[in-house]
């Protein structure tokens, strides 16, 4: 779109062929310029540092630094960009973690590359979920007000009141 900036991305997955296959996938598709790449979450905080951006791409489970503690690490630098997880691990400690350490939201490596892209350009403004994990919040915060007895979700819908 003329006019507009393009969102700029920091792709972070040790995977290097998964890098290689987001950056394909995203670079130059919807106004998206995948501007650094990092192999685990020390590395990200060198190109986070050195590279402005608008969105990171995180992955979860890396050698060295986590996406878990790199996300809480880059989202408590002053003007910190957004952070996106993206991995396989459809966990419920996994998105509790992510979003007490500040992710925006939680994807899984099996979204459709379309849903992708929008979560990418959507990341600066809204939170963006996996559908499997949107349904388990939802079903987890339904259970929580029509049960008084703790059914194990007050940690869940604890960090997802403002």
């Known amino acids: 779109m003329p006019g507009l900036s393009p969102t700029r991305v920091v792709l972070v997955d040790d995977e290097q062929l998964i890098r290689a296959g987001l950056r394909l996938l995203l670079h130059g598709r919807d106004g998206i310029e995948v ?23 995180m992955d979860i489970r890396m ?7 790199a996300t ?7 003007d ?22 500040g992710a925006i939201g ?15 350009q959507a990341a600066a403004g809204r939170q963006t979920f996996a559908p499997s994990v949107l349904d388990r919040l939802v079903h ?12 194990g979700t007050d940690r869940l819908l604890s960090t997802l009141r403002p």
């Open 140 to 151: 987890a915060a339904v259970a929580h007000r029509t049960s008084p007895a703790d059914n």
């Open 35 to 57: 501007v650094g790449e990092a192999a685990d979450g020390v590395d990200a905080m060198t190109v986070i540092a050195a590279t402005p951006c608008d969105v990171v791409l």
């Open 72 to 78: 809480a690490n880059i989202r408590a630098q002053p």
């Open 80 to 101: 910190a960009p957004p952070v996106l997880v993206l991995t396989t691990f459809d966990d419920d400690d996994l998105v509790i973690d992510a979003i007490n350490a």
């Open 106 to 120: 939680f994807l899984l490596k099996d979204t459709p590359p379309d849903e992708l892209v929008v979560a990418v």
């Open 63 to 69: 050698p060295r630094r986590d996406g878990i503690a």
